[in-house]
């Protein structure tokens, strides 16, 4: 197969996209969020900048995700993001339109991934391929999938988590919730708004979850203070609270992934289960950046369990190491 534009790899996210480019590696992490008038319906941000303003937008103003649960929920939206994002980082083009490798879930459907592939041909690719998650995740990992031995991974985004078991270059087992980090964050927002009747945002949500979440094994003295805007009293507030309070708050979406993991190693033939014991279960994306969370999963399952080097930029380089890849490409599409 002859390219005659540049090959791209991308990791379309509920919470970030990542773009990889032949040759330069990742060169593009930003938020999945864009800011419109609702007026007008004009696009005033879109990354970075769009983010800064959820929760913070008068009320003609929307800061929103366009991505729910790894699928596409704005249409109009996506493809706005991915022809910004592209022409970010590759310019603009006349005669070699770019190759693009988007990732989608497992678990996606016939209509989720001609929305995905019509999203980034609208954006001004040439052509798009498409490849799942997880086996994208596994590539990024510097996985041999490729020959007959069992591969777990666990792939722990914004919107969802893909727990695959790959041999000979394809999923044999596959399990896709639609459960990640964003359900982690909301986990947390409810506990304390159940336990300190106090109100806080999305990012707040999210960096008491990077600061003192963890899926086990809280530290007992850890804690911090917070701020938001008390329910009863209607005037902003701060409290503190601990590791311990975060980690309980975390306990039942973690464990909806457990059971999705439990689901996939009892469909898994022995023979792979023999091997993934041997090799132990990889986990990826940004939700396995939780602290101890290979703790969990080695204490629950019985088999060692280990973060990938890079866990958040191993689907786009999956991906774009794909579309680099002729023969592997071949068998994505």
Same mark, same amino acid.
């Given at each position: 197969m002859l390219f005659t534009g540049k090959?791209?790899?991308?990791? #379309?996210?509920?919470?970030?996209?990542?773009?990889?480019?032949?040759?330069?590696?990742?060169? =593009?992490?930003?938020?999945?969020?864009?800011?419109?008038?609702?007026?007008?319906?004009?696009? #005033?941000?879109?990354?970075?900048e769009a983010k800064e303003m959820l929760g913070r937008t008068p009320e003609n103003i929307i800061a929103i995700r366009p991505i729910k649960d790894g699928v596409i929920a704005e249409y109009r939206m996506v493809k706005s993001i991915l022809e910004f994002f592209i022409r970010?980082?590759?310019?603009?083009?006349?005669f070699f339109p770019p190759y693009l490798m988007l990732c989608i879930p497992s678990g996606g459907t016939d209509v989720e991934?001609?929305?995905?592939?019509?999203?980034? =041909?609208?954006?001004g690719a040439k052509k798009v391929f498409l490849i799942e998650e997880p086996k994208a995740a596994a590539i990024g990992a510097n996985l041999d999938i490729t020959k007959s031995k069992g591969n777990m991974i666990i792939d722990i985004g914004g919107g969802t988590t893909d727990i695959a078991v790959i041999s000979l270059g394809e999923i044999v087992v596959s399990n896709s #919730?639609?459960?990640g980090g964003d359900e982690l964050d909301e986990a947390i927002t409810r506990y304390i708004r159940k336990h300190y009747n106090l109100a806080i945002g999305e990012n707040t949500a999210e960096y008491i979850k990077q600061k003192i979440g963890y899926a086990i094994s809280p530290p007992e003295s850890e804690e911090m203070e917070i701020k938001g805007r008390d329910l009863v009293a209607g005037l902003p507030q701060k409290i503190r609270i601990s590791a311990k309070e975060i980690s309980e708050s975390l306990s039942e979406p973690l464990s909806f992934i457990?059971?999705?993991?439990?689901?996939?190693?009892a469909k898994t033939p022995p023979e792979l289960s023999a091997d993934i014991i041997e090799k132990g279960i990889v986990l990826t994306g940004g939700g396995s950046l939780l602290k101890n969370l290979d703790l969990l999963i080695a204490r629950t399952?019985?088999?060692c369990a280990y973060l990938a080097e890079g866990p958040l930029f191993c689907v786009a380089i999956g991906a774009g190491r794909a579309l680099e890849n002729i023969e592997l490409l071949e068998r994505t599409y």
């Open positions: 090959k791209i790899g991308i990791d #379309l996210g509920t919470t970030n996209i990542l773009i990889y480019v032949e040759g330069k590696g990742i060169v =593009l992490n930003e938020p999945s969020v864009i800011a419109i008038n609702k007026g007008s319906g004009k696009i #005033l941000a879109i990354g970075s970010k980082i590759y310019g603009r083009w006349i991934r001609r929305a995905v592939k019509n999203a980034a =041909l609208q954006a #919730l639609r459960i457990v059971g999705g993991v439990k689901e996939v190693l399952t019985g088999i």
